[in-house]
């Protein structure tokens, strides 16, 4: 009992959420007018008063006549839904069989893995960047799927070229005329690089980056003799003279040999096979061991400071074998005229 009136008999009730319309006023206004209007409330619901009484006070009646439409616009109640624990959706992942092929070898696994990155991950097995997955990394696998993983490997070789080595003939002063000798060159090196693409340890690819020129090439040299030498005593004083290496030849003693000359002479003693730039042919000698004779022959052995003696028969010119002759020029040949 308060102030001689019975107190209200209390009722239990489901918790609501009231959710009011903001208005489109000011929003410091509108929550003054919200507070005063619960505090009437719960002051008459202290002091006894009912639904009816409030309605009626002062306080009640000022405000509604603040603040007429909002008051009675509708409410929207909102009730709280949760879904019970039972009934969450659970997700099953069931393990697939599948074959995997790397580093050489095949493994059969069951895995709850669903993509090939994945299964590999969980079987420790990592990737290079240039490596290659089949089927493709991200793709979706099935039960009784084949994952191959191939190795991609990048290696850089270099191949050494040898450089022609180019050759040089000059004229030497010092050296007797006839006489060549050649300074042998050096070759040059080239480096050629490439680069080599390997799948599983085996070639599949060669890309060629280009060369460069580690070393020149030396060129041989030739040196040609221009000295002229003259003997200074005895029947030939006077005379050009030089020394040879000789050999002999006879009429068919070989192939490619009969009994003409180049000149047109029967083959023989006397007719000897000469290089025509070193001695002409034409040219009357003397040769030390032989005898007279006339530049007559040539032969495709015979280059430089060689000469080839003839011969009546084979068994002679077995017999005079290989030697170093001196040779004297009595009387140099002059080359034919050509007829015009």
Same mark, same amino acid.
Request: charged share 20%.
């Given at each position: 009992?308060?102030?001689?009136?019975?107190?209200?008999?209390?009722?239990?009730?489901?918790?609501?959420?009231?959710?009011? +319309?903001?208005?489109?006023?000011?929003?410091?206004?509108?929550?003054?007018? #919200?507070?005063?209007?619960?505090t009437?409330?719960?002051?008459?619901?202290?002091?006894?008063?009912?639904?009816?009484?409030?309605?009626?006070? =002062?306080? %009640?009646?000022?405000?509604?006549?603040? !603040? *007429?439409?909002?008051?009675?616009? =509708?409410?929207?109640?909102?009730?709280?839904?949760? *879904? +019970?624990?039972?009934?969450?959706?659970?997700?099953? /992942?069931?393990?697939?069989?599948?074959?995997?092929?790397?580093?050489?070898?095949?493994?059969?696994?069951?895995?709850?893995?669903?993509?090939?990155?994945?299964?590999?991950?969980?079987?420790?097995?990592?990737?290079?960047?240039?490596?290659?997955?089949?089927?493709?990394?991200?793709?979706?696998?099935? $039960?009784?799927?084949?994952?191959? !993983?191939?190795?991609?490997?990048?290696?850089?070789?270099?191949?050494?070229?040898?450089?022609?080595?180019?050759?040089?003939?000059?004229?030497?002063?010092?050296? *007797?005329?006839?006489?060549?000798?050649?300074?042998?060159?050096?070759?040059?090196?080239?480096? /050629?690089?490439?680069?080599?693409?390997?799948?599983?340890?085996?070639? %599949?690819?060669?890309?060629?980056?280009?060369?460069?020129?580690?070393? /020149? $090439?030396?060129?041989?040299?030739?040196? %040609?003799g221009?000295?002229?030498?003259?003997?200074?005593?005895?029947?030939?004083?006077?005379?050009?003279?030089?020394?040879?290496v000789?050999?002999?030849? $006879?009429?068919? &003693? &070989?192939?490619? !040999?009969? $009994?003409?000359?180049?000149?047109?002479l029967?083959?023989?003693?006397?007719?000897?096979?000469?290089? +025509?730039?070193?001695?002409?042919?034409?040219?009357?000698?003397?040769?030390?061991?032989y005898?007279?004779?006339?530049?007559?022959?040539?032969?495709?052995?015979?280059?430089?400071?060689?000469?080839?003696?003839?011969?009546?028969? #084979?068994?002679?010119?077995?017999?005079?074998?290989?030697?170093?002759?001196r040779?004297?020029?009595?009387?140099?040949?002059?080359?034919?005229?050509?007829?015009?």
């Amino acid at each position: 009992m308060r102030g001689g009136m019975p107190s209200p008999a209390y009722a239990r009730a489901d918790a609501t959420v009231v959710v009011l +319309p903001t208005p489109a006023g000011g929003s410091s206004r509108w929550l003054a007018l #919200l507070i005063l209007t619960v505090t009437v409330a719960v002051s008459g619901a202290a002091t006894g008063y009912s639904a009816s009484h409030l309605r009626r006070a =002062p306080a %009640v009646q000022a405000v509604r006549r603040a !603040v *007429p439409q909002v008051l009675h616009r =509708p409410l929207t109640v909102v009730r709280p839904t949760v *879904p +019970p624990a039972d009934r969450l959706p659970v997700l099953v /992942q069931r393990p697939i069989p599948l074959t995997v092929a790397v580093d050489g070898q095949v493994r059969q696994i069951t895995t709850t893995a669903r993509t090939s990155r994945q299964a590999l991950a969980r079987m420790g097995v990592t990737l290079g960047p240039a490596d290659r997955v089949f089927p493709s990394a991200s793709t979706s696998l099935w $039960s009784g799927a084949r994952v191959r !993983v191939v190795r991609i490997e990048r290696t850089f070789t270099m191949t050494l070229v040898a450089l022609p080595v180019p050759s040089v003939s000059k004229k030497d002063p010092t050296l *007797p005329r006839g006489m060549v000798r050649v300074d042998p060159g050096r070759h040059g090196v080239k480096v /050629q690089r490439f680069l080599n693409t390997l799948a599983d340890r085996k070639l %599949v690819s060669t890309t060629y980056l280009g060369q460069e020129v580690s070393r /020149q $090439s030396t060129p041989s040299v030739t040196r %040609v003799g221009t000295k002229v030498l003259i003997a200074s005593r005895g029947q030939f004083a006077g005379h050009e003279v030089m020394t040879l290496v000789a050999t002999a030849y $006879s009429p068919y &003693c &070989c192939k490619g !040999v009969d $009994s003409a000359t180049a000149i047109g002479l029967r083959a023989g003693y006397g007719v000897v096979a000469v290089d +025509p730039r070193v001695i002409p042919l034409r040219s009357r000698l003397y040769i030390e061991g032989y005898g007279y004779a006339i530049a007559g022959d040539t032969g495709g052995a015979i280059k430089g400071l060689r000469i080839d003696l003839g011969m009546d028969t #084979l068994r002679a010119a077995k017999q005079f074998g290989r030697r170093t002759v001196r040779v004297y020029i009595i009387e140099k040949g002059k080359p034919k005229k050509k007829r015009s």
